[in-house]
Structures are given as C-alpha cells and as structure tokens.
C-alpha cells in the first residue's frame, strides 16, 4: 500500500507491493481487461503486474511543500452543483483553474520502461505524460475542466490506499457518473474531444492520499515495415 504520510516532509512515496524486485521477470501485457467500458469512458482495476512493478518505489516531490487541504472545499468543487453553474456562466474551461495536488517529480530512467510498457497496448501511437500528482490526504481535488484544448485519448493510471475514498467523476450525454477508486492500483481510459457539443467535463477528488499519473495518447505513428 501506499502510505502518504512516509510521503511528507520527505521525498519518497512508497508502494509495497509484493512483486519481483526485477520488473523483467514479469511478463509484459498487451491489452487491458477493462471492467467498465462505455464510448467515451473505460475503467479496470485489473492492472498487469508488470506495470504495477514499474510505478512501485519511490517518487521524489517536485512540490515540496504540503498545500492547505479543506474536504469540505474538495467536495464543494467536484459537486454537480460546481459544474451547473460553470455551465450556466458559459465558461469554457480547458484546464482547472482550482486544485489542490502536489506534483512529483518522475526521471527519465524510470518513465521510458513505463511508456515502453505502454507502447505494447498502444502500438503506433505517441505517448506523453500529462500529469505525475500526489492528491494529499483529507482534501486533494482538481476542479471540473475538459482538456479539450489538446483533444486526444487519456490514460490515467492510480493508486488509492482505501476503497471509495477518492474519485474520478464525469459529466456527458446529460449524466453524471462517479467512478470510485479501489483499493491499490485504477486504470481509466476516456476521450477528450475538440469543438464537442457535449464535451467530457471531469474532476476528481480525494480524501486520502491518491497517487496519479496520466498520458496523453495520439495515434499518429506509421506502423514499421
């Protein structure tokens, strides 16, 4: 588990999982087992154990600082309510203008056999990390927005160490859904788009310390001869 407190003050975050120390041991995966699977959304907590060995360790903090977390004003921007009236102001917004997250920090060493791992499900397409954050204990959120700037796939790979305390919740079609992490490691797959009627707004929030890193997908990459 991943224990936020070994997190703060100092710079690393462990996660003890009981794996091979080497992550070439393990067989790599090709395809993910997804357990909802909807047009816009996918999630699992069936992570292969190859990838779950690559994100374990330690992650240094890029912000070292632990910012003022309030549940209550984490609640409050992740509500229904928050987004209606956005929308009713005609705000288009992109990315969030209110968080509470710290950011890590994520060498290149330790993401190329990540990314490489990703490749394997992904063939022919680029990959670039959108976002390494530390969701602190007892407030962490990131605000609705769409990302519909840089329209492409996103992947966001994270780990929560207690069952529905945290989330990643989305509005679409008229309907909003909250999909709750699990204990240990959550993969989700969604799609942002650009100039949608009906764009995927999303925020996601935490009462415990969440771990998170995302990917920008883009199939842009001709297959090799």
Not at 1 to 27: C, Q, S, V
Not at 36 to 42: A, D, H, I, L, S
Request: aromatic share 10%; with cysteine; hydrophobic share 35%.
């Amino acid at each position: 588990m991943i224990d936020p407190l070994k997190f703060l003050p100092p710079t690393d975050f462990r996660d003890r999982l009981n794996l091979e120390a080497d992550p070439d041991g393990i067989k790599s995966a090709d395809a993910f087992e997804w357990e909802v699977n909807t047009p816009r959304m996918k999630s699992t907590t069936k992570i292969p154990e190859k990838l779950k060995a690559l994100m374990g360790g330690s992650w240094p903090l890029e912000d070292t600082q632990r910012p003022e977390v309030s549940d209550a004003k984490a609640q409050e921007a992740c509500s229904e309510s928050a987004l209606e009236r956005i929308l009713s102001k005609g705000e288009a917004r992109d990315k969030a203008n209110d968080k509470c997250l710290q950011r890590l920090s994520v060498a290149r060493n330790r993401l190329s056999p990540i990314v490489r791992e990703l490749s394997l499900v992904y063939p022919n397409c680029s990959l670039m990390i959108s976002g390494f954050f530390l969701y602190p204990q007892g407030g962490g959120y990131m605000g609705w927005h769409t990302n519909e700037g840089n329209a492409c796939t996103r992947l966001y790979l994270s780990h929560a160490p207690e069952d529905d305390k945290s989330f990643f919740r989305y509005y679409c079609g008229g309907e909003y859904v909250t999909s709750w992490d699990k204990q240990g490691w959550n993969l989700r797959q969604f799609e942002v788009t650009k100039g949608d009627d009906d764009p995927l707004w999303h925020c996601v929030y935490a009462n415990v310390g969440r771990l998170s890193v995302g990917f920008r997908i883009n199939k842009n990459l001709k297959p090799l001869k």
